[in-house]
């Protein structure tokens, strides 16, 4: 994120070098930017705030994989009485450790796009048989790729429109959990871990009356 005018700068509030940026807290791909409260941080650990946070949405949107194939399957169906809640979950724990996370949670120049082949001449929703795409039916970024079978041909307007409504439904998941990011902030800004920190810890979710709490435990080794 680039550098406002008309503001002090602080230092990195997490390892105190004095070249920051102010960093958004909340995940700019799915809340707006104005939104979002900022804290001053360097660009390494801007970086490596992302990729813990980044890492537990992902763990979230792993327990959803029936809204995936939700709005996958009505998509192809051609059904428009989409379903306007998601599946809320009670309780949701994520296990996590932040050194192996920093170390292999990214991994840049991923090549991820050759891993699949067209298997239709034409789109699985319109019938189009130009401009034709890929569809992963379960995100590869939340669900690996071990199961490249689960792909369709969609042309590149379905397939932007499919997307479009699956980001929507990923807003929808995180939305109540806004807290969670000020969570993780307290807990990096408070020394409850960093992100050298090579011990296991679970955050621990918890809904009630439509809104959530959050614990960390650190797991016990034997």
């Known amino acids: 994120m680039g550098l406002i005018k008309n503001i002090d700068f602080l230092p990195c509030e997490l390892c105190g070098d004095p070249e920051t940026h102010l960093y958004s807290l909340f995940p700019e791909t799915y809340f707006q930017k104005k939104d979002s409260p900022h804290w001053f941080l360097c660009k390494k650990c801007q970086r490596n705030f992302k990729i813990l946070r980044t890492y537990i949405e992902n763990k979230i949107f792993f327990l959803h994989k029936a809204d995936y194939a939700y709005i ?27 050194h192996r996370v920093i170390k292999y949670g990214y991994k840049k120049g991923s090549k991820k796009g050759n891993n699949g082949y067209l298997r239709e001449n034409k789109c699985a ?49 995180l939305e109540p959990m806004k807290e969670l990011y000020y969570f993780i902030q307290n807990l990096l800004y408070f020394k409850k871990i960093n992100f050298e920190d090579d011990k296991i810890f679970f955050v621990h979710i918890n809904e009630g009356d439509g809104k959530y709490s959050f614990i960390l435990e650190q797991k016990m080794e034997f």
């Open 125 to 173: 929703i319109c019938g189009n048989r130009e401009n034709l795409t890929v569809h992963h039916l379960f995100k590869r970024a939340v669900f690996g790729e071990k199961d490249n079978n689960c792909i369709i041909t969609l042309c590149a307007n379905c397939h932007i429109k499919l997307e479009k409504e699956i980001d929507e439904m990923e807003k929808n998941i």
């Open 72 to 98: 996958n399957m009505c998509a192809i169906i051609k059904q428009n009485n989409r379903r306007s809640d998601i599946s809320k979950k009670k309780y949701i724990f994520i296990e996590f450790n932040p």
